[in-house]
């Protein structure tokens, strides 16, 4: 089955200092990897896609990485702000016969305090 | 231009009660997702359409969850004789799907469904 563990389940941190969320998964065959972000009664937004080719992703603070030998990735925040206090969503997508499905992790909740 | 949108935001059903959940998608979005998130956790996956077609509903947990989407465009998710357990935020995303290749998806901002 596939699955994707994200750590840590959630995360406090100070305005202005960076942090680093982690995303392992188990899912075959992989076609691609996407950051969001969710807050609070919205929906997920993407930050960032990889395909198995790519290892790194910018998107302003967020950087994402990819290691698809390991299966693992990470996305990486600098110099938080406090409309970074929000879920992060780690989603996996599998290519099975044409149609592409993706399974998504359960999210680091981040909190970032002033 | 206007997101995906979906109705209503918040339903209050007694168990037993049908409901019927909206969603809007992007014009001219070909394919649409359904998916539960239940508190606290990642979305679900619940069916998936191209057009008006329904190719994959292999995430709805019972028969008692029906969708479908007439005309390719807004689609409804039905949940009939709902239950505690179907308690949950049912997000809807639609994306600009070229045949064979991988998408950005789109998602509204969900309906939160409580039943007591």
């Known amino acids: 089955k596939n699955q994707v563990e994200q750590s840590p389940q959630s995360l406090i941190i100070l305005e202005g200092k960076n942090c680093t969320l982690q995303c392992n998964y188990t899912v075959s065959p992989f076609s691609n990897l996407r950051w969001y972000k969710q807050d609070t009664g919205r929906g997920p937004v993407s930050l960032t896609i990889?395909?198995?080719?790519?290892n790194t992703k910018s998107n302003g603070r967020y950087t994402a990485t990819l290691d698809a030998d390991t299966k693992q990735s990470s996305l990486h925040i600098t110099a938080s702000q406090l409309s970074d206090s929000a879920s992060y969503i780690c989603?996996?997508?599998?290519?099975?016969?044409?149609?592409?499905?993706?399974?998504f992790g359960r999210g680091t909740s981040l909190i970032v305090h002033p | 231009g206007a997101g995906v949108s979906q109705s209503p935001r918040y339903k209050v059903a007694k168990r037993g009660q049908d409901v019927a959940l909206r969603c809007d998608p992007i014009s001219g979005h070909v394919s649409l997702f359904w998916y539960q998130q239940a508190l606290g956790q990642g979305p679900e996956f619940l069916t998936y359409f191209q057009n008006e077609a329904q190719l994959d509903k292999s995430g709805l947990p019972s028969d008692r969850f029906f969708a479908e989407r007439p005309e390719g465009s807004v689609s409804t998710l039905k949940i009939q004789r709902t239950q505690q357990e179907d308690s949950a935020v049912y997000l809807c995303?639609?994306?600009?799907?070229?045949?064979?290749?991988?998408?950005?998806?789109?998602f509204g901002p969900g309906t939160r469904l409580t039943v007591t």
């Open positions: 995303a639609s994306s600009l799907a070229v045949a064979g290749l991988d998408y950005e998806q789109y």
């Open positions: 989603v996996v997508s599998s290519a099975s016969g044409g149609s592409y499905i993706p399974t």
């Open positions: 990889m395909t198995f080719s790519e």
